[in-house]
């Protein structure tokens, strides 16, 4: 098997901090391109369609398989988050130490992308087609990514059967937890105006801030669901108020606050958009929805079943199937096929010294071989 240490240390080596374009992307496309992949690589945002955004690079890779094989989708992203300050070591120079690599994106998900081409590695080509859909802006806006790469591969028929994102989904031990799904979110800004006025005289102003309390009391108050077998309930959180009135004797024009709901898949971003803004109407505020993400869930079955299996046979350890944490691509790649996430410890993603443990390296690498090749054994019927 292909040494995931090895290819870890080499991606890890490629700084690519979100949004991502160049060097990691051809360490990849070097990989892949001796195990017989075709690779497609495409830049978004600026230079490329004339936004100010910062350019975005995407990776699609396939290997087909026999006519009418299965298709099986390896899926991440080769962006990575600041380091941030105060690391025993260069971020972007793999370093081992002890049982621990070091570095940028170990586990977040340079790790699991290794993994995945060692898998890859281990699965022959009659046993059907295998692909990876890797973006460089997942930790980012996630604007020119994922969703990019979907539209491409839709444009080019380009279709997998079943996919596994390799975001770390383990929490103490590699293989104690599977994402089967995720809670969407949204984010809502709401804005109420008054009429500015001296608080002696408050008759010839318009206070915009009992209001603004009314609205948020009445949101805080909701009980949104009391959740459903696989996602916990929905949960509205005020996130920011904000008036900034430094004078003591002024009633201020305006008030606003910020509300961030993450929700099961009992409510959609749109409906509960438009509760929060007819709450907010009510009391003379407006109300402005950027919605992040909906829910998804992959119902338990037989992908699920073929991923714990490989999971229990490499670790003695039956996962645990979970919606919990934030959002993922998993949300775009929804739309494409049934998804599942399985990947490395994520106690040390996004903080300094991010680590992962090497020996579990390998082993992703062998549970990851088992997913691809059960997965492209499995009849359509069952996908
Ligand atoms: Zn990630």
Redesign the pocket.
Same mark, same amino acid.
């Given at each position: 098997m292909l040494d995931a240490l090895d290819l870890a240390k080499r991606l890890i080596a490629a700084p690519s901090v979100t949004p991502a374009t160049g060097p990691v992307f051809a360490e990849l496309e070097a990989m892949l391109v001796p195990l017989g992949f075709a690779v497609h690589r495409f830049t978004r945002g600026a230079g490329a369609d004339g936004s100010d955004e910062a350019p975005v690079e995407n990776l699609f890779a396939w290997r087909p398989g026999p006519a009418g094989s299965r298709h099986f989708a390896f899926a991440g992203?080769l962006d990575v988050v600041p380091p941030g300050e105060g690391w025993s070591s260069d971020p972007f120079e793999p370093q081992v130490r002890g049982e621990l690599l070091h570095g940028r994106g170990a586990v977040? /998900?340079k790790g699991a992308i290794a993994a995945m081409v060692a898998a890859a590695a281990e699965v022959p080509r009659e046993a059907g087609t295998i692909s990876f859909i890797i973006t460089g802006d #997942? #930790?980012g806006p996630a604007l020119h990514g994922t969703r990019a790469l979907i539209d491409w591969m839709e444009g080019e028929g380009h279709r997998p059967d079943l996919c596994l994102v390799g975001?770390?989904t383990s929490v103490n031990r590699l293989g104690d937890m599977v994402k089967i799904g995720r809670r969407g979110s949204v984010n809502i800004w709401i804005t109420v105006e008054g009429t500015q006025g001296h608080v002696a005289y408050p008759h010839l102003a318009d206070n915009p801030l009992p209001r603004l309390v009314a609205i948020l009391s009445e949101l805080d108050a909701l009980t949104l669901d009391t959740g459903t077998a696989w996602f916990q309930p929905s949960n509205l959180e005020i996130t920011d108020i904000a008036v900034g009135n430094k004078a003591t004797n002024v009633i201020p024009p305006l008030g606003q606050a910020r509300v961030s709901i993450r929700f099961n898949d009992l409510h959609t971003g749109k409906s509960l958009s438009d509760r929060v803004c007819a709450i907010a109407e009510r009391h003379g505020g407006k109300a402005r929805p950027v919605i992040s993400g909906e829910p998804f869930l992959t119902e338990p079955g037989a992908f699920s079943k073929l991923v714990s299996a490989a999971v229990e046979a490499e670790t003695g350890i039956v996962p645990e199937l979970s919606t919990t944490g934030g959002t993922?691509d998993a949300r775009f790649l929804r739309s494409l096929c049934p998804v599942i996430e399985f990947g490395l410890c994520n106690a040390t /993603?996004h903080k300094r010294d991010e680590a992962v443990a090497i020996p579990d390296l390998a082993v992703l690498a062998r549970i990851y071989a088992r997913i691809a090749r059960a997965a492209l054994a499995l009849a359509p019927t069952d996908g």
């Open positions: 992203h977040d /998900m #997942e #930790e975001e770390p993922s /993603m």
